[in-house]
């Protein structure tokens, strides 16, 4: 099958929006002059945080404003971010990010709240997607009997959502994005988690309402953080039968064969809003992690890291950059893993998702508007090439 016909998506974590009113004004001067940039139709996937999902809730005349200001804006939405909870922008997400996890009421209720604000925004015909956090960051996930509070409220979430396909004929599906260093961070992890959330569901009767429901986001990134083979990836979750409901198409940051002036070049990416998570892969094939990027750790490297071949930082960096000065990006993993993803026998959702515009470096950079547009421009023509290349009509 082909990559989605929907038009691509770009995510709008990237703009700041904890009320309604934010978010219309985020879309109005920025959405719309990045579809005016590439000249074709865009989907708005929406970042909803709990403080704008309670505001829509609460009244109602407010989805009409926000349906009515995409609908003007000729701006697609099919997808939403349920992964940040609280504001996003704030001096410092780290690891609160990952906050309320998966075993608290409070997520599944702010996630049944975005599939229902979802299935008033879908145009006809569409089907909705929801990406979530990987559960819970591991740091923070060890109470006793966390893996099964998480199974009970997804099982929960599948039931709900065969109920609002009942009431509304709309189709909504749960994207869990795995995520280094989170509780579900690797391809084998992610399996296992879904066998027991599948025996949990046969026990139940929900099996149906599960599978339907319930799939992954894959951002591409975060799997070539953890130096995983993406393609061979993304085999064994269709080997597994777990479906790829959403695909970010994200690139991070690659140092090769450190140096001096590479080190110097990556502490310039080190600021304090948003987790890093840091991995190097030594010539042995050992891999070795450090929680978060610091100038520390560039200027005095630490075990593991001082000999390693390649280290790879969960930043999210432009998609459209194979380089960045004297350091690289993942993008290869992409072209592969956007190469995989067209193999599939279904079509997920696409979304670009670079949040970190705000704080990259400074220096010279587009702006945001246009740093995004070349961004969806590259990944047209990447998504065009590849098509091509598929039909032995080019070669990449």
């Given amino acids: 099958m082909s990559i989605s016909s929907l038009p691509l998506s770009y995510c709008t974590n990237v703009h700041p929006g904890v009320t309604v009113d934010e978010v219309i004004q985020g879309l109005r001067q920025y959405a719309c002059e990045i579809q ?12 909803l945080s709990q403080p704008v999902i309670r505001e829509l809730i609460a009244d109602p005349s407010q989805v009409f404003r926000l349906r009515e200001s995409l609908a003007e804006s000729k701006l697609y939405t099919y997808t939403l971010n349920a992964f940040p909870f609280g504001d996003f922008h704030s001096e410092r997400v780290k690891e609160n990010v990952y906050l309320p996890d998966w ?31 990987p559960l819970g960051f591991k740091a923070l996930s060890h109470t006793p009997g966390f893996q099964t509070a998480c199974i009970n409220q997804l099982v929960q979430f599948a039931q709900a959502m065969d109920q609002l396909h009942d009431d509304t004929g709309q189709v909504i599906r749960l994207a869990i994005e795995p995520e280094p260093l989170c509780v579900l961070e690797t391809t084998p992890e992610t399996i296992e988690f879904f066998a027991a959330l599948r025996a949990a569901a046969d026990n139940s009767g929900d099996r149906a309402a599960v599978d339907r429901h319930i799939g992954v986001c894959y951002d591409v990134c975060h799997q070539s953080v953890e130096f995983e083979d993406v393609a061979a990836s993304i085999r064994e979750l269709g080997d597994a039968d777990i479906r790829i409901n959403k695909v970010h198409i994200t690139c991070a940051i690659e140092v090769r064969h450190p140096t001096a002036e590479s080190l110097a070049a990556l502490a310039r990416f080190v600021e304090p809003r948003y987790l890093h998570q840091t991995f190097a892969r030594s010539s042995s094939g050992k891999v070795v992690h450090f929680l978060d990027l610091d100038r520390a750790m560039c200027e005095r490297p630490p075990q593991g890291f001082v000999d ?25 993993d992409l ?10 026998n279904y079509a997920p959702h696409l979304e670009v998702e670079t949040y970190t515009w705000g704080v990259l470096p400074s220096g010279e950079k587009p702006s945001l508007v246009e740093g995004i547009a070349q961004e969806l421009r590259a990944t047209q023509l990447l998504l065009g090439n590849l098509e091509l290349n598929k039909n032995g009509l080019s070669i990449m």
């Fill in 36 to 47: 005016r940039g590439i000249g074709r139709p865009l989907a708005a996937g929406l970042w």
């Fill in 308 to 332: 390693a071949e390649i280290w790879r930082v969960h930043f999210h960096v432009p998609v459209d950059a194979e380089s960045l000065g004297p350091l690289f990006t993942t993008r290869d």
């Fill in 103 to 133: 075993a608290a009421p409070s997520r599944l209720q702010y996630t049944l709240d975005c599939a229902r604000v979802l299935a008033q925004l879908l145009p006809e015909g569409m089907e909705g997607s929801l990406s979530t956090l």
């Fill in 335 to 344: 072209r592969k893993a956007l190469l995989q993803i067209q193999l599939l």
